[in-house]
T-cell receptor
Framework: AQKITQTQPGMFVQEKEAVTLDCTYD???????LFWYKQPSSGEMIFLIY??????QNATEGRYSLNFQKARKSANLVISASQLGDSAMYFC??????????????FGSGTRLSIRP | GAVVSQHPSWVICKSGTSVKIECRSL??????MFWYRQFPKQSLMLMAT?????????EQGVEKDKFLINHASLTLSTLTVTSAHPEDSSFYIC???????????FGQGTRLTVV
């Protein structure tokens, strides 16, 4: 069964607008972590933001915020005031189980975000 | 954030030869390293998880004899693609984490082309 679902294969957004990238997940663990990564065309994976399952507040990092809806099992990424440099692939990822040295991180299928000038 | 260096960034090899990819953590001790494979326009698929000093744990469907992983030190893991074939052509990317730290840091990736 797919663990991480990103239903938007591609999105176009006007520069300076806010954008929400959707992510839903499936796990039976009570303890888990959720990540968002950005992958530009060069290929490297850039960590954006992290949310732990027990974190009561939504994570924020600069222009990035994570809208964590635990009951709905969703972890949407919100990018405020989008910039041309935000154009990239965005991956939602999840670490299952209690945080341990071997906890693996699995990825969703990604959303390609394109910012229009 | 911490730095993970992956080398080479791209490689072209002949079918039947072996290719080694290195993943180094430059400023932290990586107790765990992960190897992923990414086909064009697709997501990252976890191939294996390696802990320093122990055998790698491979994901279902990944041939451990074909994709040899060595994690001999806290700063270096290697992935060797043995007897490479054109279907092994892909983007391989490693990530490394230290102990119980939340975040895993990624290398730059290696684009392998087998001709």
């Amino acid at each position: 069964a797919q663990k991480i679902t990103q239903t938007q294969p591609g999105m176009f957004v006007q520069e300076k607008e806010a954008v929400t990238l959707d992510c839903t997940y499936d796990t039976s663990d009570q303890s888990y972590g959720l990540f968002w990564y950005k992958q530009p065309s060069s290929g490297e994976m850039i960590f954006l933001i992290y949310q732990g399952s027990y974190d009561e507040q939504n994570a924020t990092e600069g222009r990035y915020s994570l809208n964590f809806q635990k009951a709905r099992k969703s972890a949407n990424l919100v990018i405020s005031a989008s910039q041309l440099g935000d154009s990239a692939m965005y991956f939602c990822a999840m670490r299952e189980g209690r945080r341990s040295s071997a906890s693996k991180i699995i990825f969703g299928s990604g959303t390609r975000l394109s910012i229009r000038p | 954030g911490a730095v993970v260096s992956q080398h080479p960034s791209w490689v072209i090899c002949k079918s039947g030869t072996s290719v080694k990819i290195e993943c180094r953590s430059l400023d932290f001790q990586a107790t765990t390293m992960f190897w992923y494979r990414q086909f064009p326009k697709q997501s990252l698929m976890l191939m294996a998880t390696s802990n320093e000093g122990s055998k790698a744990t491979y994901e279902q469907g990944v041939e451990k004899d074909k994709f040899l992983i060595n994690h001999a030190s806290l700063t270096l893991s290697t992935l060797t693609v043995t007897s490479a074939h054109p279907e092994d052509s892909s983007f391989y990317i490693c990530s490394a984490k230290s102990g119980l730290n939340t975040e895993a840091f990624f290398g730059q990736g290696t684009r392998l082309t087998v001709v």
